[in-house]
Structures are given as C-alpha cells and as structure tokens.
T-cell receptor, first 114, second 110 residues
Framework: NAGVTQTPKFQVLKTGQSMTLQCAQDMNHNSMYWYRQDPGMGLRLIYYSASEGTTDKGEVPNGYNVSRLNKREFSLRLESAAPSQTSVYFC?????????????FGEGSWLTVV | RKEVEQDPGPFNVPEGATVAFNCTYSNSASQSFFWYRQDCRKEPKLLMSVYSSGNEDGRFTAQLNRASQYISLLIRDSKLSDSATYLCAFLSGSARQLTFGSGTQLTVLP
C-alpha cells in the first residue's frame, strides 16, 4: 500500500519556468491538500480539495494553481516559478477534512527556483 | 498574534530526561488538536491526538487546556529515537483545514 505518492522528489527550476507537482493517493480518501514547508514557518496550506470536484484556497495560494483530476489525484502547478517558491512541498490526504487524525503525507518534493 | 505558536526550541536533553512542549492557539473555535512528529527531511506523521481529558500513549502524554488555549506534550524517559521535530496542529471547523505550528526541535543526547 503506497499511501500518498508525489513526484518529482527533487526539482530545480529557473525563474519563470513552469512545472506541475503530481500527487496520488490509494486510500480512497475524499480530501487532499498541498502544503509548503519553509524553515521556521511550519507547514502552510496552499490549496485543498475537500472532495472530488472542489478546490479551495488555503493560506498561501498566490502563484499556484491546482487540479483535482479525480478522487485519487491532486496536482499543483507553478505557472511562472519565482525564487520565493523555493520550498519543500507536501501533498496530503485524509478521509474527510473534518477528521484531522487521518491525514497522511507524501514524502515531499524539494523544489529550488534559481 | 499568530494562529498557533510553539516553544521555539531547540531542546537538547540527556537520555532519560523528561521534556515538555507547549503550543498556544488563538482561534477559540478550534475543535481538534494533534501532535505530529517529523524526522529530518521526512514527512510529518501523526503522533497522537489531544483530548480534553488528556491522553497518554506509553511515554507520551498530551493535554489540552481550553481555558488558556494551549496544548502540551510531555515525553518521559527520553530515548535517542525521540530526536525529531514536533509539530502541533489544530482543526477549526470554520477554516476546514489543519493549521500547523512551526515545530519544536528535540535532540536527545547520549
């Protein structure tokens, strides 16, 4: 059982380039999330999808777009990467957004924008 | 005021010591509370939920104080393997998201 799988694990981008982080879960969870983690800032929510077909902004959505492709997959797109988007990105999923103790994270994607 | 604030750390303690972390939250509508553990360059993993009556899991005890709006995590008889960053998190029904603290780094020394 893979849980939450995200790709790529490492990526270096030049300023202005675009890229998509992919995330898939095999736990039949309804809710999915994208967080970024920066030193001293903790985890900050970028976007989330409470259920298939819905997406909502989190705390730091600027510069990002998301797509809930189906129940399993939730992608994060950087249209024009900026150095401020250098971070570690975590995808997560949960059975239901109201049940915090069932949230599972992927292994993270280390993104550097130069 | 930040929504959630944690002890800054780092905490460096000898093996066998007892160590406690606090986490304060500002949103009084917060409904559920959790402690997560994150190892270096790894994803966060749920350590334990925090209940109003307090709860214990082996050497770990979590408590919630709604009046003062903080949660705590107590680790007794620290092991080297407890070295990690501990993140508090809370769920607010109105916000529909889990909000995390910035984490407290613990290093248990031999």
């Amino acid at each position: 059982n893979a849980g939450v799988t995200q790709t790529p694990k490492f990526q270096v981008l030049k300023t202005g380039q675009s890229m998509t982080l992919q995330c898939a879960q095999d736990m039949n969870h309804n809710s999915m999330y994208w967080y970024r983690q920066d030193p001293g800032m903790g985890l900050r929510l970028i976007y989330y999808s409470a259920s298939e077909g819905t997406t909502d902004k989190g705390e730091v959505p600027n510069g990002y777009n998301v797509s809930r492709l189906n129940k399993r997959e939730f992608s994060l797109r950087l249209e024009s990467a900026a150095p401020s988007q250098t971070s570690v990105y975590f995808c997560a999923s949960s059975e239901d957004w109201r049940i915090g103790n069932t949230i599972y994270f992927g292994e993270g994607s280390w993104l550097t924008v130069v | 005021r930040k929504e959630v604030e944690q002890d800054p750390g780092p905490f460096n303690v000898p093996e066998g010591a007892t160590v406690a972390f606090n986490c304060t939250y500002s949103n009084s509508a917060s409904q559920s509370f959790f402690w997560y553990r994150q190892d270096c360059r790894k994803e966060p993993k749920l350590l334990m939920s925090v209940y109003s009556s307090g709860n214990e899991d082996g050497r770990f005890t979590a408590q919630l104080n709604r009046a003062s709006q903080y949660i705590s995590l107590l680790i007794r008889d620290s092991k080297l393997s407890d070295s990690a960053t501990y993140l508090c998190a809370f769920l607010s029904g109105s916000a529909r998201q889990l909000t995390f603290g910035s984490g407290t780094q613990l290093t248990v020394l031999p």
